[in-house]
């Protein structure tokens, strides 16, 4: 696997998009140089990378957002790797950090987004967390601290004499020996669940079943063959009914089924007479009640207007015969209780007056005066004119309406009393129909009985169907708890010899493995070392993985006792011990890691470490660290290298071809 570009934008001081492209070099040219002062960006595209693979906290992505373009208002931040798969096949890797636009955006508003492109397509990244552990399985992170490591890496596994030890479960991984435990575990867990399903069943629970099993069953048979016989009566009845309707047909020359019809004729023959009964009994009511004086409604108007003419008239004669007394009280009114002129009247005007209103009165109006013909008395004239409104009013009018529906009710009787009569010519044949018809409505109910019958006992066969199916199902699982079962037995002991097997697997594999790793550990360590002659051996426990260092009388030398140098290189001869033993050819990123040693240790780490650390080998250092003479040395294992330059005024770094002093 080789690492081809990577590009980082907006992270840290990286404020635009900056593309690092790393060259395959030829002849062993496998050294590719990042050059930077301290600040410039080195560790920002150790991050990225990362990143990139993994993702990361979004506090932390947030914290190293641009600071110039956060304030702009840009909360994105994206990296975006491209890998030359072992099988040479492409794969690209993008992951981004995007708050969207909003005002004043915080960590919690980013939204993390991963894209994954392999052989040129883009791959659906619905299920993110599967081309996630595709990341992880590829490049797996526990692993990764052993191939991209920085001088803080190397001072860890340097620290003291027992820090491999708190490495074990990393050099595990490292060594490919993590996974095979990963098994064994699951192999165990297998096997302890399926011992949980050894549940101490005896042979009388599975008989007691057996024999409730064989009684439903007993029962769904007898249900089947009274299914069988009411079936077999449908049929029957059925065949019955067809025959009877072919003979009806042949002998009546109609379908069987007119029956209903004549019956519903029948029925609107009582509707119709009973009908017409209601009608011919409100004429007679209407007749009876009202018919003699609505004869004489032409005559009611003069009959009124009598009335009120002797009324009047009565009325006039009564004034005529109170007179006298009616003029003095209209005199005594013009003056008392006041006068209603200013000029009071003497003795003899209001004599003159009381006379004229009496002569007034006494004359009467001749134009009301009436022949008395009726000369009836004011209640006997009440009642006579309330009667006459009554008539007026009542419903004599609705008279001609139920003439004419009688007339129609009449006509449609007689239709139907005809149709019914032509239904059957003679007794004989009327009684040969009701025969048949008899025959057929016997089938017919016989027919719908027999096929509710079959409607609830196929109700109740499905019952019993699903209690057989549940006790089968349940004798079942009681046969697989049963303790002895073989196939379970078998495989409970198939998982202890294959966990057996993995056992002894992981002991020789873990002894191979340790066995090689203290061997290229050692050879490095003999390279790198200024006291290589003072050193015999290193040894690594396979077990523990405590290492010892020995001198030439076999004597240890503590790991506390080596100097700082000393220690560093150490760490380095381990760290290519791991990587050549795990024989996972990963790319090695390397930074600054030689700023805490002397002179002698650096020469000896860019002749021997460097050229053989891996197949792809990015160093990111400072011009202090890898300096003119070392770039000379490295020069011939060079398949490229950039420089970051840092604007500190703009705090922005952009990337330039070739080292420091390079042109």
């Known amino acids: 696997m080789k690492f081809r570009k990577f590009t980082i934008d907006n992270y840290k001081s990286f404020q635009f998009p ?40 979004v506090e932390d992505i947030f914290r190293a ?31 981004s950090w995007s708050a969207g636009v909003i005002d004043k955006p915080k960590a919690k508003d980013l939204e993390e987004r991963l894209v994954v492109v392999r052989d040129g397509k883009r791959v659906s990244v619905q299920n993110k967390q599967m081309w ?15 191939f991209f490591f920085d001088g803080e890496k190397i001072q860890e596994i340097a620290a003291d004499d027992h820090s491999e030890i708190r490495l074990k479960s990393s050099l595990e991984a490292a060594l490919g020996i993590e996974y095979i435990n990963k ?47 009411i079936k077999e009566d449908l049929e029957s009845f059925k065949a019955q009914k067809e025959e009877a309707s072919k003979r009806f047909q042949a002998h009546f020359n109609v379908e069987p089924e007119t029956r209903d019809a004549i019956r519903e004729t ?52 009564a004034i005529k015969q109170n007179a006298a007394e009616l003029a003095k009280r209209i005199v005594r009114a013009v003056e008392d209780p006041e006068p209603i ?26 134009v009301n005066s009436a022949i008395k013909i009726l000369n009836l008395s004011d209640r006997d004239a009440a009642r006579l004119l309330q009667r006459m409104e009554e008539i007026e009013n009542c419903d004599i009018f609705l008279l001609q309406p139920l003439l004419e529906e009688k007339k129609e009710l009449g006509i449609e009787l007689d239709k139907i009393e005809f149709s019914l009569q032509s239904g059957a010519a003679t007794d004989s044949e009327r009684e040969i129909f009701d025969q048949l018809q008899s025959e057929i409505e016997g089938c017919t109910t016989q027919i719908g009985r027999k096929t509710e019958q079959l409607r609830l006992l196929e109700e109740d066969i499905l019952i019993y169907e699903k209690k057989i199916r549940d006790i089968e199902i349940e004798i079942e699982k009681l046969y697989e708890k049963h303790n002895v079962s073989k196939v379970k037995a078998d495989f409970i002991e198939e998982c202890d010899a294959i966990a057996g097997l993995l056992n002894q697997f992981i002991i020789r594999m873990r002894k191979n493995k340790v066995h090689l790793l203290q061997e290229k550990t050692y050879e490095m360590y003999k390279l790198l070392s200024s006291k290589s002659g003072l050193i015999k051996d290193i040894t690594i426990d396979d077990k523990t993985y405590e290492i010892r260092i020995l001198d030439k009388n076999g004597q240890e030398i503590k790991k506390s006792g080596l100097s ?21 050819k990963l790319p090695i990123i390397i930074d600054t890691p030689l700023s805490r040693l002397d002179s002698t240790h650096r020469d000896n780490i860019i002749r021997n470490y460097f050229p053989n650390a891996g197949e792809q080998v990015i160093i990111l250092s400072t011009d202090t660290e890898i300096d003119n ?24 770094t952009t990337l330039k071809t070739g080292y420091f002093w390079e042109v």
């Open 341 to 366: 002129y200013k000029e009071r009247l003497s003795y003899e005007k209001m004599a003159e007056l009381e006379k004229r209103i009496y002569t007034l009165l006494s004359e009467g109006d001749s």
């Open 18 to 57: 900056t593309e690092i492209l790393f060259p395959d070099g030829d002849n062993g040219k496998s050294i590719f140089l990042i050059g930077g002062m301290n600040g410039a960006g080195k560790t920002a595209i150790m991050e990225g990378i990362s990143y990139c693979l993994y993702g990361g906290k």
């Open 183 to 229: 098994l064994s575990s699951d192999l165990l867990y297998i096997k302890q669940e399926e011992r949980k399903g050894f549940i101490e069943i005896s042979d009388e629970d599975l008989d007691f079943k057996e024999s409730e099993l064989k009684l439903q069953k007993s029962k769904l048979e007898r249900l089947n063959k009274k299914r069988y016989e």
């Open 629 to 652: 003479n070392y770039f000379k040395n490295l020069q011939s294992h060079l398949s490229g290298a950039v420089s970051l330059v840092f604007n500190q005024q703009q705090e922005l």
């Open 266 to 317: 029948e029925k609107r023959r009582i509707q119709t007479a009973n009908r017409l009964g209601q009608v011919e009994s409100e004429i007679r009511t209407l007749c009876e009640k009202y018919l003699p004086y609505s004869l004489l409604g032409g005559l009611f108007e003069g009959i009124k207007q009598q009335i009120e003419d002797e009324r009047e008239s009565t009325q006039g004669e």
């Open 564 to 584: 700082a140098g000393e220690k560093e290189v150490f760490a380095l001869a381990l760290l290519w011990g791991l990587a050549q033993t795990s024989e996972l």
């Open 132 to 146: 996630q552990d595709f990341i992880r399985a590829t490049i797996p992170p526990g692993i990764t601290q052993f």
């Open 65 to 95: 957002i641009n600071r110039k373009s956060l304030a702009l208002g840009n909360a994105s931040v994206s990296f975006e790797l491209e890998i030359e798969m072992d099988d040479a096949s492409p794969l690209i890797v993008k992951r």
